[in-house]
């Protein structure tokens, strides 16, 4: 939808997890469109997982608009490390949102799902019919579980109330201000880094996990703004919207890769000790492209050399932040 459209003015939207990789991208098209109340909770002065908090919010803010973007969240170490709290910590935030907006009236609450919610063993693609059909990869279950009842409160409450709510199931992300702290990084950013240092240090070999034969599906990061935001304006129904690009690639293709785009030359090895998670995730995109034309526009190899160069063009400064 054009800068000219007028869907957002005098709209008051609050961008949970606004200040992250992806709500940075979401605040700064929604700008772009002209929306110029656009608030951005940080969790020092709000910690959503207590309704006080999210209620304080609701009466500073006084949004039309809820785009929930923020997460408790990291890669399989971290998952595996923090089950309680992703599942908690999610849990409340999604629940407590929307029953707040509800009370107050809120014109549209815009929920981000995870793709961790699909079941471990649903057919490729993935179509939103089938995300009930089993038990998420156990792995990062506890946090696909959280973000999926959202999608639950969401149907419920628009059935009973008529509350105006809309989730959003997008494969993982990567893009130019990742994070790429090897602690709590997802795949991309944390091979791009490996990668780096290990040309960097001349080495001629470094380890990833598993076995390396697990596909994934990647979505650049401004495509995903976009499609979040196309969703908000044009998107009124019931039924979960998966976002995504549709291409599959295995775990040790995408190493290749990027090895390939950073200039490593070594081998890389797997340590078949550790867990594979989930063994495919690729997307049915139709429902976004038909209900709101959502098409993601970079393939996988431009958006990897995109968020590449931004690597090595910010290091010194991702040192001092992440390193």
Not at 23 to 29: A, F, T
Not at 139 to 147: D, F, S
């Amino acid at each position: 939808m054009s800068e000219s459209s007028g869907v957002w003015d005098n709209k008051r939207v609050v961008v949970t997890g606004g200040a992250g990789f992806l709500g940075s991208y979401v605040v700064g098209r929604l700008q772009e469109r002209g929306c110029s109340q656009v608030i951005v909770p940080r969790s020092r002065q709000y910690d959503l997982v207590q309704m006080a908090a999210v209620q304080q919010l609701y009466a500073d803010a006084r949004p039309d608009v809820v785009i929930h973007l923020a997460a408790r969240v990291g890669g399989i170490g971290a998952n595996q490390a923090n089950p309680g709290r992703f599942f908690y910590d999610n849990l409340m935030m999604g629940t407590q949102l929307i029953e707040i907006g509800r009370q107050r009236g809120l014109k549209k609450f815009v929920a981000l799902g995870t793709i961790c919610a699909y079941p471990k063993f649903a057919p490729i693609p993935f179509k939103e019919d089938d995300i009930w059909s089993g038990y998420p990869e156990e792995t990062n279950a506890p946090y696909g579980l959280a973000k999926k009842m959202m999608l639950v409160q969401s149907q419920a409450y628009r059935q009973q109330y008529g509350f105006n709510s809309i989730v959003l199931f997008p494969v993982n992300l990567y893009g130019p201000r990742d994070n790429f702290d090897l602690e709590t990084s997802h795949v991309i950013p944390a091979l791009i880094r490996k990668c780096a240092q290990a040309k960097e240090a001349g080495g001629s070999s470094f380890t990833l996990w598993g076995d390396g034969s697990p596909s994934r599906e990647f979505l650049y990061v401004e495509d995903a703004a976009e499609g979040i935001l196309s969703a908000a304006e044009t998107y009124d129904g019931d039924m979960p919207v998966n976002l995504g690009t549709g291409e599959e690639v295995t775990i040790r293709n995408l190493a290749e890769l990027i090895a390939d785009e950073v200039g490593f030359k070594g081998r890389i090895e797997w340590d078949t000790t550790k867990p594979n998670g989930q063994p495919r995730r690729c997307l049915d995109v139709n429902r976004a492209k038909q209900l709101f034309g959502f098409q993601a526009r970079h393939n996988l190899r431009d958006g990897l050399r995109k968020t590449i160069r931004w690597f090595f063009d910010n290091r010194h400064a991702l040192r001092e932040v992440q390193f």
